[in-house]
């Protein structure tokens, strides 16, 4: 091969070669398939010719040849771990197959395929092997045939064919139905290419090193397979092929990686010029390149069909693929929107073969930048928050993120779970996939997405009914049930009455048990209102009160469970869920439960603090901002409440300022029974659609008896509100844990406000401890900011804009700097130019110029030789090329220099301007020139 063949140019080549051989050319099918409910993206070129294969769909050819879309992201193909890492693996890529429905088979198939590697795309024969079936299992007869047709080819090795069994060389479409064995074609790539070169490994065909390379699988699909077992040959038989297009054409392009091919070299190029990066320097740190280039080119696929970012299902993926490509973008330095940038390159290289990108193009962009942007906005608290989750993890010695934290991780701050997962591999950590899904399930059940089902479903209830009639028939139990009572004591003894371990009450649970502990009384709070569960431990009452009946017979000893939620299993029925940590619990044991204070207190002062803002929302806003939503956590506080537009920077500052006004104020907090009709007509906030009964618990904070009044701490009055109630600050209807002074909440500072739905804003804020970690961090940043300023803190925005006022300086400096270098270059050259049969022939290469320059700079060349002068003046891509009037006479054309030399573009014929695919092109352009001027002038 002479010239190295373009990606386009490859995937052309396949397409016209089966063309030539009768096949029809079928577009490749949306990412999105059509009518298959059971697959989330077209995952092979198979998917749309499936219900051929099956026999329920008839095509108008027998032959098909196409290049399809593939996403392997979810599901059972799921790619995704490895994208980046190495340099096969994309979440999107192309397949190129040819097809035979009941047409031609193996004979024409295989020679085919060998025609078009060897004689059209000349790869060498003796590097090429192929494998055929044998069944390793001794029940399906071997494909001879296959074997037998590749001995014929011209050029074949005989020895070439290997034989694999039915994990390598056996193709079933599921559990039954079409199947049948097929041949792939590897190439040996040579010692050099060997990852595992000098060390022990199976080094051949489907071994375990990157030598051979598998470059195409011909599926030769021949029987149905019945539910027994069964294999009967079918009436028709059908090939279907295919072929990774990146891996083709990085074998035929020379490069030892998909993303060094020319597909990728466009989006490259845009991140180094991005970066700053030499190419060096790229390939010294190349896997946040890979990523970005390899999500870009996803998104720009998926959004062309219609998949925008969202947060479900396709449209989850697209974000997820979006969001995670810009933090790999943030690990090479690129911080402000870039995506879009490198959208352009894909749409580029790929819009000529797949239309729909042009078409598309202003919706890729747009939804790449705005969805980074709107990721942009809460990365940096949400990475911090995961950063703290996972430093407690680590002083807990667990490995694994509880996925249900993971998944808040996601609704509050929008990290998907796989950016969560990459950042806990980055610790050594790992989050619970499975956790994940389910949290997500459960939110989208609770949003009323789907059907209720499990355990939190009340399914067992009948279940924990029965238990609850037994122990009140021991008498363990009176009429009302377990008693609770979250707001007197944290800590609470009692006898274990139950132990349920994997929905079987049981007499002793064991170490590593999860289980469910029923005790008479509970202090732990149960999730309503937004208040989360509390965690805890129960353990064993030291003796001689702890070991009880239950013990007979087995050694004493201590137990603790580490309780980390909590549910109402059945009406009067309250389990404890968690784990033995240690020892064996028995029913029957003394057992002191003790609530986890200091999680509690974080959680007392959000929940406390939530009042607080509510009130000063009403305030700021008005009477409409009542609360839609709220969570309780005890890292954060989250609150949605109806207001139909977004608020002022000014408005969430006013907030953030009262609410810290009545902190200070160390306003007393006071709950109190009450008839409800009574706490209603006092003006007490209660929420439309919750159901409240007879005696209702309020909450009310105000000022203390005699401290006076508070500066911008102004009632909040309900339009019944008595005069009674005019010294109240906030005044709710609520059955959570509060503190009993507003002072306790230390500070209260405001993440985030945005919209949580139609009408429905969302406030996200931190108190206490949280409020403190975050201002840690942030002055942390701040000081080591300063600290690379060499500055004060206080000078740092000064510091900052000099910085840029210098830098924007030296740029227009530099390119002034380059402007007369690249004059003083061309004035050496100029009275020094090469003549040829009389005609004076300038070639020059001026590093850092730009289209403007060289245009000068040529019409200077024509100034000193108006009579008979050629000039061919490049910078990086750019070409320009200059004939004067006399020459152009005598047949000699700008732009046919441009394209002698292997340049593109246009433009007069004494003047062309245009662009240089490869640098390289300018080493042999004066003797294209000179050979040129030859010709024509002879
Ligand atoms: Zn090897
Ligand atoms: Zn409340």
Known sequence: MTKKLTGNEIRQMFIDFFVEHGHTVVPSMSLVPGGDATLLFTNSGMVQFKDVFLGTDKRSYKRAVNSQKCMRVAGKHNDLDDVGRDDTHHTFFEMLGNWSFGDYYKKEAIAWSWQLLTDVWGLPRDKLYATCFQDDMGNIPSDDEAADIWKEQHGFDPAHVLFFGRKENFWQMAETGPCGPCSEIHIDLGDERDNLRGTDHVCGVNGECSRYLELWNNVFIQYNLFDDGRLEPLPSKHVDTGMGFERIVSVLQGVDSNYKTDLFKGSLDILRSLTGHTEKEMLADFTPYRVVCDHVRSAAFLIADGVVPGNAGRNYITRMIIRRGARFGTKIGLHEPFLAKVAEAVVEEYGSFYPELVKSRGAILDNLTREEIRFARTIESGTAHLENLLSELRATNKMTLDGHRAFDLYATYGLPFEISRDIAREHGLDVDEEGFKAAREEHSRASGGGKAMGKTGGEDAEYFAGILKDLQKKKKLGEHGIEYDPYTSPRVKGEVLALIVNGQSVQSASFGDEVEVILPKTGFYIESGGQVDDTGYIRLLPSPAGRGAGGEGREAGS????????????????????????????????????????????????????????????????????????????????????????????????????????????????????????????????????????????????????????????????????????????????????????????????????????????????????????????????????????????????????????????????????????????????????????????????????????RTLADKFREKYPGNGIAVLTSGGTIIAVVTEDLVKRGLKAGEIITSIGGRGGGRPNMAQGSLPDPALMNDAMSKVTGMVEQKLK
């Open 559 to 854: 137990w603790e469970i580490e309780v980390t939620g909590m549910r109402r299993a059945s009406a009067g029925v309250i389990v404890h869920i968690g784990e033995v940590i240690t020892g064996q619990p028995s029913v029957g044991d003394m057992a002191i439960a003790e609530v986890d204070t200091q999680r509690r207190h974080d959680i007392m002062r959000n929940h406390t603090a939530t009042h607080l803002m509510h009130a000063a929302l009403h305030k700021v806003l008005g009477e409409h901002a009542v609360q839609a939503g709220s969570l309780v956590a005890p890292d954060r506080l989250r609150f949605d409440f109806n207001h139909p537009e977004a608020m002022t920077p000014e408005q969430v500052e006013r907030v953030e300022r009262i609410v810290n006004d009545a902190i200070a104020a160390d306003m007393e907090v006071t709950p109190k029974l009450k008839a409800r009709e009574d706490a209603i007509a006092e003006g007490a906030m209660a929420l439309f659609g919750e159901k409240y009964g007879e005696t209702v618990r309020t909450i009310t904070i105000a000022p203390l008896p005699g401290a006076g009044t508070v500066e911008q701490t102004e009632v909040v009055l309900h339009p019944t509100a008595t005069v009674e109630q005019e010294d109240k600050y906030s005044y709710e209807l609520c059955g959570g844990t509060h503190l009993e002074r507003t002072s306790d909440i230390g500070a209260f500072i405001i993440l985030s406000e945005g919209s949580a739905a139609a009408g429905v804003r969302r406030i996200e804020a931190v108190t206490g401890r949280g409020a403190y970690d975050l201002i840690v961090h942030r002055f942390k940043l701040l000081k080591q900011t300063a600290a690379a300023l060499k500055s004060a803190i206080e000078e740092v925005p000064y510091k900052v804009e000099t910085l840029q006022d210098e830098v924007s300086d030296l740029k227009k400096e530099l390119a002034s700097l380059r402007a007369s270098q690249a004059l003083s270059t061309f004035n050496t050259q100029l009275s020094n130019v090469k003549t040829v049969n009389d005609v004076n022939v300038m070639v020059l290469e001026i590093p850092n110029s730009n289209a403007d320059t060289l």
